[in-house]
């Protein structure tokens, strides 16, 4: 059984930083690509950043800005995965997720949440003005 475990989550004021964590456990996993996602109240969940896992290669939204304020890194040894958030804004007020691409399309569809075939329970992160 594979389990994601995110940490880090909290509350903020803008301009502020916060870095969350998401840690791999249980079998072994081999992912081709892992990612943040998050979901505000009301709304659909949107991709934030993926990371290759074997080559570190990244990418980011277009759509919601954080490209340039968040930077998502991971660390092999310790199945550790990051994201940095800088700058924060009170639109980045949301419950953040992680996710494990292992399917041999996972990283052809990096964007999309089906992609992704495990997740973490979510941390909450709130920026107020």
């Known amino acids: 059984q594979v389990q994601l475990v995110e940490s880090g989550g909290g509350s903020v004021q803008a301009g502020g930083s916060l870095r969350l964590s998401c840690a791999v456990s249980?079998?072994?996993?081999?992912?081709?690509?892992m990612a943040w996602f998050r979901q505000a109240p009301g709304r659909e969940r949107e991709f934030v950043a993926a990371i290759r896992w074997g080559s570190g290669d990244t990418y980011y939204s277009n759509a919601n800005s954080v490209k340039g304020r968040f930077t998502i890194s991971r660390d092999n040894g310790q199945n550790t995965m990051y994201l940095q958030m800088d700058s924060l804004q009170p639109q980045d007020t949301a419950t953040y997720y992680c996710a494990a691409g292992s399917r041999s399309d996972s990283y052809a569809y990096k964007y999309e949440t089906s992609a992704y075939d495990y997740w973490g329970q979510g941390t909450q992160v709130t920026v107020s003005s």
């Open positions: 249980g079998r072994t996993l081999r992912p081709y690509i």
